[in-house]
């Protein structure tokens, strides 16, 4: 199935949404493949604005989500809104407001790289010729050279160029940085925050490298399950989000009871949990009165993603 979404040749210069008003919204979407449901009534809404990291372990449905999300892929139930209007099927002026970077890119090999530009181009009133310019060349894509002879990596840029040139609304990417170099994804997330410095402009990728996201300073959404869990600004699941650590030299024979508990793990002598929004006191309280030492710390995103996904 081609990865390309489908446009229409009209450009218009449509309106960006207004920060904070969804830029996508998905009520009870169901999908299933054969008998393996993947995704499982999601309620989800994407505000306008924010740079979105979808995180979910290898399986999760990550990829089924963002084409189910774009019309790619069929959906078995449930209702998805574009920019305010339901997505009965992909294509239309709205793709235009749209980019969209799949997991691999393998189209049109027999094209050198300026030709497929300058093609795609030609669909969009809004494309950016300065900065497909200035990103050919900091990412050393050499213009003349065939699609089907570029590394994996180079396609993977040469996508990017691709769905950012036309300044979309909503830019969409599933893994984009996967087959990127160290430098070449430093400059991806810079172009990426470069792109939603600029008003109304929302982002959804997703990724398993959470460093990225730490970058981005993303709102993380969490498949787990067939279900979105949440979408959560990250500086506040740094906040809330906190391992407490009660140890003791008789060890555990059960998990300790406190309120916001959302995991936890017995490792010989320690009571490991992690635990939203810790009551301070009630845990010194509770430390006391079971002869443990209480230790709380602050997990990174990487902890937080191996702990809840
Ligand atoms: N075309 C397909 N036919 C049958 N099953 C599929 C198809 N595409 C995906 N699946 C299944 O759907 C589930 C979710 O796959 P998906 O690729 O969406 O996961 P993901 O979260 O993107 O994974 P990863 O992190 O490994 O890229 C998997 O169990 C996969 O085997």
């Known amino acids: 199935m081609p990865a390309e979404l489908p446009i229409a040749i009209a450009a218009p210069n449509a309106a960006p949404a207004l920060d904070g008003m969804p830029v996508l919204r998905v009520d009870a979407l169901s999908k299933s493949f054969e008998k393996r449901q993947v995704l499982q009534a999601i ?15 290898n399986g999760a449905g990550k990829t089924t989500l963002l084409r189910c999300l774009l019309g790619l892929s069929p959906i078995d139930s449930g209702q998805i809104e574009l920019f305010g209007e339901p997505m009965i099927e992909p294509g239309g002026e709205r793709m235009h407001r749209v980019g969209f970077v799949p997991q691999s890119f393998d189209l049109f090999p027999w094209m050198k790289v300026r030709a497929y530009l300058d093609f795609t181009a030609a669909f969009y009133a809004r494309w950016d010729h300065a900065l497909t310019a200035r990103l050919l060349d900091s990412w050393q894509l050499d213009p003349r050279q065939k699609i089907g002879q570029l590394s994996q990596g180079q396609r993977q840029k ?17 893994e984009p940085v996967a087959s990127l170099d ?11 925050l470069e792109l939603t410095r600029r008003p109304g402009k929302t982002v959804i ?3 398993h490298i959470t460093a990225d996201l730490e970058r981005a300073d993303a ?4 498949l787990r399950d067939g279900r979105i869990q949440f979408t959560r600004p990250l ?17 555990w024979l059960e998990v300790p009871p406190i309120a916001g508990m959302l995991k936890a793990n017995i490792k ?4 490991q949990l992690l635990v939203e929004h810790p009551d301070i006191e009630n845990l010194q309280a509770l430390a006391v009165q079971l002869n443990a030492s ?13 702990e809840l996904a």
């Not at 309620?43 to 372990?57: F, N």
């Not at 010989?268 to 009571?271: I, L, P």
């Not at 209480?294 to 191996?306: G, M, S």
């Open 182 to 192: 160290p430098q070449a994804r430093r400059a991806f997330m810079a172009e990426l």
């Open 205 to 207: 990728f997703s990724t």
């Open 158 to 174: 040469l996508a990017i160029v691709r769905a950012i040139a036309p300044q979309p609304d909503l830019l969409v990417l599933d």
């Open 219 to 222: 709102d993380i959404a969490l």
């Open 43 to 57: 309620d989800w809404s994407v505000p306008a604005g924010r740079v979105i990291g979808l995180l979910g372990r």
């Open 235 to 251: 500086a506040e699941l740094r906040e809330c989000m906190h391992r407490v650590i009660l140890s003791r030299a008789e060890g």
């Open 294 to 306: 209480l230790r709380i710390e602050t997990p990174t995103l990487e902890d937080l993603f191996v």
């Open 268 to 271: 010989g002598h320690e009571a």
